[in-house]
């Protein structure tokens, strides 16, 4: 069973949590997603997350850090938002597989062209997967998700893990 942790705002976690379930289910895929908040994190960190998706800025109290830095540590893959997160290196010492997504040149999965319904996302870079395959550079068209472009890169990074 895969569990996913998610991080993203109120606004979002129904979309977000509503299309995973549909691409999780379509690639067979058992899951639990689990939001990670300020509230719960508490009870998180003895769950070794397969992948956490970061879709909003981290405003955790500074005495809760370490446990969300702890559970980042135990992931495999993190999935980061590289408009809001510009310096994640820095910022987390993790050795879980890291894809970016977002607008910007640096982020691993982004957008060659988007248009009212679609989206024509770019996977710039190689992604290493941790049974010694890799996903190559290459485009993939997708449907706007919820009406956000956000939610559909995070999600389209979690199809291309479990495919």
């Known amino acids: 069973m895969a569990f996913i942790g998610i991080i993203t705002s109120t606004k979002n976690e129904e979309t977000l949590k509503k299309t995973l379930v549909k691409t999780l289910k379509n690639c067979n ?32 109290e500074e005495n809760k850090k370490d446990i969300l830095n ?5 992931t495999k893959y993190l999935i980061i938002n590289s408009d809001i997160y510009t310096n994640k290196d820095e910022q987390y010492n993790s050795n879980a597989t890291i894809i970016t997504y977002g607008y910007n040149l640096d982020a691993t999965l982004t957008t060659s062209s988007v248009s009212d319904e679609e989206v024509l996302l770019c996977i710039q870079r190689d992604i290493q997967l941790g049974d010694k395959t890799k996903i190559e550079p290459k485009e993939i068209y997708s449907h706007i998700l919820g009406k956000d472009v956000y939610n559909t890169m995070a999600n389209n990074a979690v199809r291309l893990l479990y495919k």
């Open 29 to 60: 895929v058992k899951h639990n997603l689990i939001i990670i908040n300020e509230e719960n994190i508490d009870n998180m960190k003895n769950i070794k997350f397969n992948s956490i998706i970061m879709n909003k800025e981290n405003n955790i």
């Open 70 to 74: 702890q559970i980042i540590n135990n």
